[in-house]
């Protein structure tokens, strides 16, 4: 009993954690970031829904200082049904500008690209961190980050805040007090009720 009570409380510690970064993630203040496009290496990430229409994340490095590069997910465009490597017009600012952002997870590997990409703006299906590290030597790459704000040079940004997780801990919590109380109820059948019989 003790032990599956321990772990029914340490399961909603585990949701209470969750649900304190998620909140602190959405209450963030977006950072500001100052540098150029590096235009001609940006990325179609391929299979990417928003508003539950298909289409491409645009990634693109963002030069910040002397020798440094953040990778930006600027936003999405939709895919044209009708030829795959047709992508929507983007519109990507010449020289020094200012970006809002907020931080994200480094990109996993492995990358697969299309067999069929397009040469200036190649569509992938992932982020391959080495890829772009080889096309870009003599930079330092400095992280992820996702850009906010409102619909702007052709791209959409009404992204989505990802799951906690917590319904799982909760879940699994419901499961070890509902085990705490079958032993208890065993506990009192056995050891009471039916010896009092």
Known sequence: MGLTLALGFWQLDRAAQKEKLSQER?????????????ASQTLYVDNRQMNAKQGFFVVTPFFTSSNEYVLVQRGWI???????????????PAGEVMIEARQMPDPTPPAVFAKEAVSEHPIVAS??????????????YKGMVQ?????????KRD??????????HYGYAFQWFALCAL???LYVWFQWIKKNK
């Open 26 to 38: 959405h209450n963030a203040e977006p950072i500001r970031l100052n540098g150029q496009w590096a």
């Open 78 to 92: 939709p895919r044209d049904f009708i030829d795959r490597k047709k992508l929507t017009p983007i519109e990507t």
């Open 127 to 140: 982020i391959d961190l080495l890829v772009i590290r080889k096309a870009l030597p003599d930079k330092a």
């Open 147 to 155: 850009q906010v704000g409102s619909a702007s040079e052709g791209l």
């Open 159 to 168: 992204w989505y805040e990802p799951a906690s997780g917590v319904e799982k």
């Open 183 to 185: 032993v208890a109820g």
